[in-house]
């Protein structure tokens, strides 16, 4: 019986090299998850209060950029862009939401426009642009973060 314990022994220290499993490096470990991870979509897109009781993430981003949209064209509407340029019907802003919450407006123009005043645009932009809702920044893994998109705003309806 002795002979039995000590050979259980024997077996049981001699068995652990088959447990002993390679352990990833930090290195390893961390290469990896950041090619797991989609650097190209967030989780949550940037929202304003009437949108979060959307539950679907598509419809959540489209109401958003609908909410967004019409209040810059409310803005915009009373303003002297319809005056100083007629024929500019269109202009496509782009829009930074920062992580704090924050928003920037970029007017974007075709390669060769020359035709409009880029900088008397931006600046009306940036004039009647302010006091918006609460902008809620898009979540990437559970951190607020960066988003940019374009948005075609309508500056007259006929």
Known sequence: MKQYYLFL?????????????QIPSEKELLQKELKSINWKEVDEYPSVVDCEKIEDKKQR?????EVLTQLIQEKLSVDTLSILYPELDTIEVKVTVFPNATMQ???QFPKDSVAYDKIKIDSILKVRLVDFPKI???IKRGIPV???FILPVILKVE
């Not at 981003?61 to 950029?65: A, H, P, R, T, V």
Request: aromatic share 30%; charged share 15%; hydrophobic share 35%.
């Open 9 to 21: 022994v024997f077996i049981f220290f001699n068995s652990c090299q088959y447990f002993d499993k």
């Open 61 to 65: 981003q489209q109401c958003f950029f």
């Open 105 to 107: 407006f970029e007017p």
């Open 136 to 138: 809620n920044p898009a």
């Open 146 to 148: 960066k988003t940019q």
